[in-house]
Every structure is written in structure tokens, then in C-alpha cells.
């Protein structure tokens, strides 16, 4: 078995496999299903049989190491008196509890898996995170609105004299849905996929096939990367604009492709809305930025400078790939900068501005 399939990904594998099961996994079980393991146990002679087992006798001891609760079990086969010694990652150990008010009724079951908070402690969490929500200007500004929906979404912020914080899943990542658990599937066992493939900017649908490298949930949608064998290049795809997905049914215990080295969607996530897509549907676009907020610019990478204007400002250059994206985070800014060019993108800007102007306009009426 070649050694491009990571340690690491061996070990997310393993997790994922046992997590997503109620009972306990037989080691034979887990050495015909999981890639890292399949082919030399499936194909391989008596030597290659043992070495993987031996490997996945350490990944095993490794992950205990790690504190993964993954359990040594025995459970009853057919027959009576008959038992068998299985692997399980039971979902109450791994996954993190719920939050709950001491002093709320709970059931049994909900007991279980709450963690309690004291009332007065929740609710200057609450209100030292709202108020770091607010301030524009802080840098985990985005991490304090995330930390408040999950507190939020796990108690009644009602009994803490706080409201509640509403939130919507836009439609594209709930259509985005449907098509995951193939892809996810199809990572963990290193299938090909095909799909075909709605452009945003071509406006026309291609027919892929593609070696997944990674899944990334990035700015609210879905993204799959990996190899597309059409383009014989490395590209990245908005899993909502994807139809008909399909993973190659055959030999589906052998992987179909090796994984590229360490991780291949390091590069990715640190990327902006607006930087994520086909490099076919990308555009240089010139945005101004006014005095003080052409030195945040620059000061956080945004762009590349192509004029300094001194206490004017000054011009970035930028590769958009979502021109919406880019819009959206233009608009954000409130006046403090402006795209310069090219005219469409500009055009753009004005009427997105006009939309979210006529937005509020309606809800103030109402």
C-alpha cells in the first residue's frame, strides 16, 4: 500500500468510520472498508496482511494517546455463549455536550449529555460576548458571534434578559446538502466522482470528473477540492452548483487515486469568499480605499497595492473569482472604499447597494 495516504488521514478515517456506527467493528471489518487499509489486506499475502495490522494496531494505541475515546469491546455473535472483540467511539464520549442552566428541569436523557453552567456565569458570558460582537473594529469579532449563536442556540437567553440570536441557512448550503454524504463517502474510501458542473460566470453547465481531495465548509458554503481530470488541473468546486453527483461503483474497497502529500486544503482556508472558485471565471478588479481604511487594507493583506495615494488613500488590486462575494464585502465597508474598475463590477456594486437600500427602506414602512 503506497504511504501517500497520510497517517493523519488514516486516523480521521478510523474515527469517522467507528463514530458513524452504533456497534462494535470487527478489525476485519475495518481492514476491508477503510482505504488505508484495504488493499494490501484484501490483496496482499500473509506479510502484508500482518504489517497493516500491526499499523493499525498503532494508530489504534495513538489515538488513545490523543485522548479519542476508541474502545476494546466484546459482543455477542450468533450462537450462545459465542463472542467476538470489536472497536466503537461512542458519540456521547466524542462529541462535546450541551450547554444547560443549573436549576432547569431536564430529562434523563438530556442530563446525560448537558454540561451546566451557572445561571450568573452564563450571563456575563453573554453580555461580555455581545458586547465584543459589536466592536467592529476587534479582530475575533467574527469568533464572539459564532461563540454567542452557540450559547444562544443550547440555552433560553429569554431567562437571562437576553434575545435570542435568529439565524437563516441560505438556501445554497441546504441544496449543498443532498450531495455531501456522496462526497464525503467518496473521500474516505478515494473514489472519482462525477457531476456536472453550473459555472457562475459562463453561465453553462460541464460535465467533471474528479479526484476529491478535501470537503471545506468556508463562508457558509460547501466546497469540494481536488483533481479535475477534465482540466488536468487542481480545482475547487461550490458543492451547491454541483448536480447529478455519482461515485465510481467499481472495485469500491481499493481506492481509485493516491492523496497528495500533507494537507491539501491548508491553502484554502484562509481565503476569502471571493478568492474561492474556477480560475477560468476570475477578474482583476481595482478597489479604492479612503484614509485610515487603505492603511487596515494593508495592514491585513487585502489586495496588492498598485497606488499609493498618500492621504487620499490608495488603489488594491484583487483577483475575484465570486464577483457576489466581493460585492458583499465591498458594501460592508460603508463608503470606505469604492471598486474602480472594471466598469461591470462597478455597475454591480451600485445596484447591490440600491437593493439592500430599498431592503430596509421597505422594512422601515412596514
Partial sequence: ?????????????????????????????????????????????????????????????????????????????????????????????????????????????????ALEVPRSEAAAALQGLRTLADLPAFPLAGAARSALRKITFDLDPEGLGEARVLFAVPPETARAAEHTRSLSDALRRRKTVTFTYHGIHRGEATQRRVQPY???????????????????????????????????????????????????????????????????????????????????????????????EGEEGSVREFEVRQSHAFLRWVLSLAGEAEVASPPGLRAGLTLMAQQVAALYKGGTDA
Fill in 1 to 113: 500500500m503506497s504511504e501517500r495516504i497520510t497517517k493523519v488521514q488514516r486516523w480521521l478515517d478510523l474515527i469517522a468510520y467507528l463514530v458513524g456506527r452504533r456497534l462494535p467493528v470487527a478489525v476485519e471489518e475495518l481492514m476491508e472498508r477503510l482505504p488505508a487499509y484495504a488493499r494490501d489486506w484484501v490483496e496482499g499475502d500473509d506479510t502484508a496482511r500482518a504489517s497493516v495490522r500491526r499499523k493499525f494496531e498503532r494508530d489504534k494505541d495513538e489515538l488513545r494517546e490523543l485522548g479519542i475515546p476508541l474502545e476494546t469491546v466484546a459482543y455477542r455473535m450468533g450462537g450462545p455463549g459465542e463472542t467476538a472483540e470489536g472497536y466503537r467511539i461512542q458519540r456521547k464520549d466524542f462529541y462535546l455536550p450541551y450547554l444547560k442552566l443549573l436549576g432547569e428541569e431536564k430529562g434523563p436523557v438530556q442530563a446525560a449529555r
Fill in 214 to 308: 478535501g470537503l471545506l465548509f468556508q463562508h457558509s458554503h460547501w466546497y469540494l477540492m481536488g483533481w479535475d481530470g477534465n482540466r488536468q488541473a487542481e480545482r475547487i468546486f461550490r458543492v451547491d452548483r454541483m448536480e447529478g453527483v455519482e461515485v465510481n461503483p467499481e472495485r469500491p474497497n481499493t481506492p481509485d487515486f493516491e492523496a497528495p502529500e500533507g494537507d491539501p486544503l491548508a491553502r484554502y482556508r484562509k481565503r476569502e469568499a471571493w478568492e474561492l472558485g474556477e480560475a477560468e471565471d476570475a477578474l482583476t478588479a481595482r478597489v479604492r480605499f479612503r484614509f485610515p481604511s487603505s492603511l487596515w487594507a494593508e495592514r491585513n493583506g487585502y489586495g496588492t497595492l498598485v497606488r499609493d
